[in-house]
């Protein structure tokens, strides 16, 4: 890498605040914020909206959408039929 060019990565803790998680990760992001972290050191804080902890992929809550459902809706509302289609 040359020097100079690159921004400077340091620990950081992210704090997700729909679940309530922190995270102590490195990171080139910058805060005024910080926090006391568990091992007694002060860290920047970055809150986000969400991460891992609260997306619902990651927690198993995705819905699933049922896509033939949504185009039938679709036709039946706005008209098209099964003999236009053809």
Do not use: C, Q
């Not at 890498?1 to 997700?16: E, G, T, Y």
């Not at 926090?35 to 902890?53: C, F, H, M, Q, R």
């Amino acid at each position: 890498m040359k020097p100079r060019i690159h921004p400077d990565s340091r620990l950081v803790v992210f704090r997700d605040r729909a679940a309530d998680a922190t995270f102590l990760t490195r990171s080139t992001a910058d805060s005024s914020r910080t926090i006391v972290w568990e091992d007694g050191n002060t860290y920047p804080l970055v809150d986000v909206e969400i991460s891992s902890a609260s997306h619902p992929f990651h927690t198993g809550k995705a819905r699933v959408l049922d896509s033939a459902g949504r185009v039938e809706r679709f036709e039946r509302r706005y008209g098209r039929t099964a003999a236009a289609r053809g």
